[in-house]
């Protein structure tokens, strides 16, 4: 139904017109950058992989070449170098494995979700129909947007393919995982993938302990009432109570086979505890303030739940930082201590290479110069790196200088140097004096 548009009204609505004509301009310089930043991408995985083919590498060693490779463009883009090896692969995958579908969304033909849905379904077709698999899917996915063509694509498959829909499955089972990521504000996101059966199974399971808890709150607040007595209402909704009780399985639940049962000197999966590394100030933790506290590695939690954390704990060091540039100092402990380790640890906080931030509780130490040619087990020559840097450093061209106080210089394979300074405490407080330090035995103040 059309309608009388003022004058003010058209002026903007030609407006718009003009700002929509600069967003596609915009959309399309984006993925001509996009494009550009995969071509180099896929330059540089090549470039790692002729080394490696060069140098008869094998194996782990010819991945590590092209982690080193990552690992210098992560450094540089200031991100993870496991996010660049990803890249790098999806780069060879589209540049080098799919020419059509690249060539396709430089002409403004596919979205760059057109073409990852193209490419992954394309993994099941067979080398020598792979060509004309592309032109058929183009074909199909510039018909509409991206959820609108997938159920089309994937029953193209069947066309170009003598795999069936179940061995095309098993390949895909192997990439289950769970993935862990940080929303800010004390939540992160845990996403599992998996096969569609068990996981239809578990959000049913989640939804009926829903229903039956909630239930369950209802009875409760009736035979509270006909009583006459207080009720303490559940409000939560169905949501949350299905994340609750996802979290509480996950914490205390054990699976039904466990491969560890009745081994000896192994712990039962049941039985294992999730760890965490919590940094607290003493007066939060006693109650003086709410100021939140930080989950290393995850970020800040509010002082509620570092206090049940808290509560909790059989072990705490005492960390004592410097008033001024609030670096360790410090670390004792209410019990027996395996000092250097738990120093580090607290010094550390997470592994020491560019860009990572796996908590030190679950990294190994690592000498910066090796052991076995004359370097100390001393503070001034250790660090924490978690396994995979850990590896490169070790297997790779990757150089680490120690420079002091915690301080750790980088030199990439390239000759790019790259300065790690001891990782900034999210949480601490500035006193409005500086006392001398306790002594080890001083009674602990929580």
Known sequence: MGTNRSASDEESWA???????????????????EIAHLRKLAVLGREALSMSRRNGLLGRETDMQLRAVAAEFAAIARCGDR??????GRALEIVDGNPLVLAAWEAGRLTAKHVDD?????RNIPEENHDEWQEAAIAVAERDVPARVYGALESLVQHFTART?????KAAVADRGVYLRDLGDGMSELTLRGATTLLVAIDDRLNQMAVSTIDAAREAAVDARAAGEEHEPDTRTRQQVRADVLCDLGLTGGPAVDPTHGVDGKTSLGAIRARVQLVVTADTLSG??????ELVGAGLIDADEARTLAGDATLWDRVHLDATTKTVTHVDQYRPPAALRRMLQARDRHCRWPGCHLPAIRCELDHSIDHALGGPTCESNLCNLCQRHHSMKQFTDWLVLQLGGGVIQWTSPTGRVY???LPVPSVCFTPEFVAERPPPDTPSPF
Do not use: M
């Not at 996010?83 to 790098?88: G, S």
């Not at 829909?165 to 499955?169: G, I, K, N, S």
């Open 118 to 122: 193209v490419v992954k379904l394309g």
């Open 288 to 293: 003086k303030d709410d100021r939140a506290a």
């Open 15 to 33: 407006r718009i017109r003009a700002e929509l004509d600069g967003a596609v301009d915009v959309l399309r310089a984006r993925d001509a950058a």
């Open 83 to 88: 996010r660049v090896q990803n890249e790098i």
């Open 419 to 421: 300065r790690e300074d």
């Open 165 to 169: 829909f179940a061995e095309r499955h």
